[in-house]
């Protein structure tokens, strides 16, 4: 099973900073990887698929990047309803798609 | 719209059984893998299984299989999750969502959970 390791676990920041969010898989899972965001009573929302590509509808200050092992997730300045937890998935080892831990954004 | 709306879930003991459904609507159902994605509370998400939109893929994670089933009925727009042998830490909210595209694996449109509890 491919691990994903996300970090830091906790992301202090104030509205218009810029936050950088760090997925780190086990093993090489090429560009097969997402970004999700999950508010608090909410389901997830994909924003960002196959490292780099945003989904529908997704503001062009969430970015995506990497590749093999590393990735990271950029909201070039954070509007206030960003402050939330932000989840790497990978589907490269399929049928044993994994979700990280998770890197909760919250106002500094 | 869009939209997928879950049902069925409540409070079951161990051992138990539930089945959930997931109501699909605003999109052509049948032409869309679906999966069921589970979080416990307070913790992260955890995907449960995959269904191709014919059915004739079906995947299940190592934690379930076995115990769970799914299934589509595409004239009726629906997805199901029957769940047998139930345990607590199979405590969670369930979420169907859909596949962004066919055999992709990334999940596009989620509907707001069931909880399921797993308690005596």
């Known amino acids: 099973e491919i691990v994903l390791t996300q970090s830091p676990a906790t992301l202090s920041l104030s509205p218009g900073e810029r936050a950088t969010l760090s997925c780190r898989a086990s093993?090489?899972?090429?560009?097969?990887l997402a970004w999700y965001q999950q508010k608090p009573g909410q389901a997830p929302r994909l924003l960002i698929y196959?490292?780099?590509n945003r989904a529908t509808g997704i503001p062009a200050r969430f970015s995506g990047s990497g590749s093999g092992t590393d990735f990271t997730l950029t909201i070039s300045s954070l509007e206030p309803e960003d402050f939330a937890v932000y989840y790497c998935q990978q589907r490269s080892n399929w049928p044993r798609f994994t979700f990280g831990p998770g890197t909760k954004v919250d106002i500094k | 719209e869009v939209q997928l709306v879950e049902s069925g879930g409540g409070l079951v003991q161990p051992g138990g059984s539930l089945r959930l459904s997931c109501a699909a609507s605003g999109f052509t159902f049948s032409s869309y893998s679906m999966n069921w994605v589970r979080q416990a509370p307070g913790k992260g998400l955890e995907w449960v299984s995959y269904?191709?939109?014919?059915?004739?893929?079906?995947y299940y994670a190592d934690s379930v299989k076995g115990r769970f089933t799914i299934s589509r009925d595409n004239a009726k727009n629906s997805l199901y999750l029957q769940m047998n042998s139930l345990r607590a830490e199979d405590t969670a909210v369930y979420y169907c969502?859909?596949?962004?595209?066919?055999?992709?694996?990334?999940?596009?449109?989620w509907g707001k959970g069931t909880t399921v509890t797993v308690s005596s």
């Open positions: 196959d490292a780099s």
């Open positions: 969502a859909r596949d962004i595209k066919a055999h992709y694996y990334y999940m596009d449109v």
């Open positions: 093993q090489s899972v090429s560009s097969y």
């Open positions: 269904i191709s939109s014919s059915s004739s893929t079906i």
